[in-house]
């Protein structure tokens, strides 16, 4: 089956993104112009450039980084990313959107984001504990449990945060599971952590059907990004009913206006299978999965997919962003103009970062939680984010993502006036 990809949408640099909605924040919140420079810039930023030796003997060299945007409300926190089209203003953008994040949802961290540019589908498995371990070993002078603690995002998971837990542990000779979140149960990670963010998409879409008086039994749904965020989301959607009609990932998309067999698919690709190999529905092209006539659409994919130009297609009725940075600012406008509701990144994907504080938690107390109590939490924190973010927008009359911008970045701006500028 061939089957294109949407393609990341060129020009759309997402520091640019994240610059533009903290700027709208900033203005509406008056905020003082040195305070202003402070949030609007990243606090602290590595690059490295590591060798790693590759199964024909060979050495090569990988670019990765590690940012902090801001350190105010605590350690900061934030995923690392494997992918070719990694960059520094993207993990800066990242970071950013980690700090509004946390704060939006009250857990005390400050932002970061880490990468490197890798494809890392191309390297064998022990290439890449090469790699990994390696980068773990450049940015082990700035991640700690209690000053910056990652997680796994696109193209890392939880055999890779195991790898990086045991490099800071054989570095500092006992073990620090608090170094990392997304890690495996058996070596400090939390139930439930996997699904997580997925899962907080389930809790937000729940709330919304019961607001808006929509049945979720049969509600129709598009997921762009079939992987940890978007696989869960779609296969915990069609547990409760909700009709799951396009899926894609970077092989393409598969579309069946009757639903789609989600449950069989998501455990194919949990299995290493990639759409395509898959089937079980029609191929659609480039863009065309985000203009399906579903109630809601959830790109969990990559930044700038959503832009004034595939906006205009959109006829989703709400747009549930499981990936940071989908919509570009011209995309939202769009969108508003069509009186699309638009759940923002920092609140629909915020189950990853609300669950990993619970591991966090768990780790650093050495006390482990039943998955049912990681469930009920998550799902109390992130619904009572969204009746905030709500009535936040209701009373000053924005979109949903300019309520959560104002309250985030009110904490945040609180936090760092409160601590002060040192000395
Ligand atoms: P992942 O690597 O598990 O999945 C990403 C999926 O998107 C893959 O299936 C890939 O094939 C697909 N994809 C990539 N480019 C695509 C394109 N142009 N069109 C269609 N599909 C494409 O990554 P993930 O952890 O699910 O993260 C996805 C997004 O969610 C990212 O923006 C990430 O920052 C964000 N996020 C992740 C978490 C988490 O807990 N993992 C938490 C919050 C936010």
């Not at 898959?278 to 832009?307: R, Y």
Request: hydrophobic share 40%.
């Amino acid at each position: 089956m061939a089957v294109p990809k949407a393609a990341a949408k060129p020009g759309a640099n997402p520091l640019d993104t994240a610059i533009a909605q903290f700027e709208r924040a900033a203005d509406r919140l008056n905020l003082d112009p040195g305070l202003r420079q402070v949030l609007g810039t990243c606090k602290r930023e590595l690059t490295t450039h590591f060798p790693v030796q590759m199964d024909d003997g060979s050495t090569k060299v990988f670019t990765g980084y590690r940012v902090q945007h801001n350190l105010a409300r605590g350690p900061a926190k934030g995923g690392i990313r494997y992918h070719p089209a990694v960059g520094l203003d993207e993990v800066r953008a990242l970071a950013m959107w980690m700090t509004w994040k946390s704060a939006l949802v009250n857990v005390p961290y400050g932002g970061a984001k880490g990468g490197v540019i890798v494809d890392p589908k191309a390297l064998s498995e022990t290439e890449l504990e090469n790699l990994t371990r390696r980068y773990a070993t450049e940015i082990s002078i700035v991640i700690d449990p209690i000053r910056d603690i990652p997680a796994p995002d696109v193209g890392t998971d939880e055999r890779v945060m195991a790898w990086i837990m045991d490099t800071i542990s054989m570095h500092r000779g006992y073990t620090v599971a608090g170094v990392v979140t997304g890690k495996p149960v058996s070596v400090g990670g939390t139930l439930g952590r996997k699904e997580a963010t997925g899962r907080g998409i389930l809790y937000l879409i729940q709330e919304l059907t019961r607001d808006h008086g929509i049945p979720l039994e049969g509600a129709t749904v598009a997921v762009q990004g079939f992987g940890n965020v978007g696989g869960v989301a779609a296969t915990l959607l069609a547990r409760e009913g909700a009709r799951v009609v396009g899926v894609s990932d970077t092989s393409g998309c598969l579309y069946n206006e009757k639903g789609l067999d989600v449950e069989t698919l998501w455990q194919g690709k949990k299995e290493g299978a990639s759409l395509s190999e898959l089937g079980g529905g029609d191929c659609l092209g480039g863009d065309e999965l985000l203009s399906l006539p579903v109630d809601f659409l959830i790109p969990a994919a990559l930044e700038g997919q959503i832009t004034a130009q595939t906006a205009r297609n959109i006829q989703a009725k709400f747009v549930i962003e499981g990936a940071n940075g989908p919509t570009t600012p011209d995309g939202d406008a769009v969108l508003a103009e069509k009186q699309v509701l638009v759940v923002p990144d920092i609140l629909a994907n915020a189950g990853g970062v609300i669950v990993s504080y619970f591991e966090w938690v768990q780790d650093l107390q050495f006390f482990f939680w039943e998955e049912k109590q990681v469930c009920e939490q998550l799902q109390r924190v992130i619904t009572s984010a969204l009746r905030e973010v709500r009535a936040r927008a209701e009373q000053e009359n924005v979109s949903l993502r300019e309520a959560a911008m104002l309250i985030a970045v009110s904490r945040v701006e609180e936090a760092t006036r409160l601590r002060g500028i040192y000395p």
